[in-house]
């Protein structure tokens, strides 16, 4: 059973930076695509980064240049960056996984606000 397991949420001032984490398990986590969706408030979920197994990224267009996705697949993770950070990136942020299937972590908050 694939468990994706996400941290590094909470409140952080406008210009301000956050790191997600996500742990995998129940995967072959190298064969993986992984990406991060979010979901603000009274919005629809929307796909913000993802990363190929081989490291290829892509972002929403909101995101580029101040959000990067990273992984390492020996630790099994992959991670968001968030730098200047605005506060219409406040949302619930969902960990992806796409291999055999489509699966979601349960969710972290993200505030940012003043």
């Known amino acids: 059973q694939v468990q994706l397991v996400e941290s590094g949420g909470g409140l952080v001032q406008p210009g301000g930076s956050l790191r997600l984490s996500c742990a995998a398990s129940?995967?072959?986590?190298?064969?993986?695509?992984m990406g991060w969706s979010r979901q603000a408030p009274r919005k629809q979920r929307d796909l913000v980064a993802t990363?190929?197994?081989?490291?290829?990224?892509n972002y929403a267009d909101s995101v580029k240049g101040r959000f990067t996705i990273s992984r390492d697949n020996a630790k099994n993770t992959v991670w968001l960056q968030m730098n200047s950070l605005k506060p219409e990136d406040t949302a619930v942020y969902y960990c992806?996984?796409?291999?055999?299937?489509?699966?979601w972590g349960q969710g972290i908050q993200v505030t940012v606000s003043s």
């Open positions: 992806r996984s796409w291999y055999q299937g489509d699966y």
């Open positions: 990363i190929s197994p081989g490291g290829r990224t």
């Open positions: 129940g995967t072959i986590f190298s064969a993986n695509a």
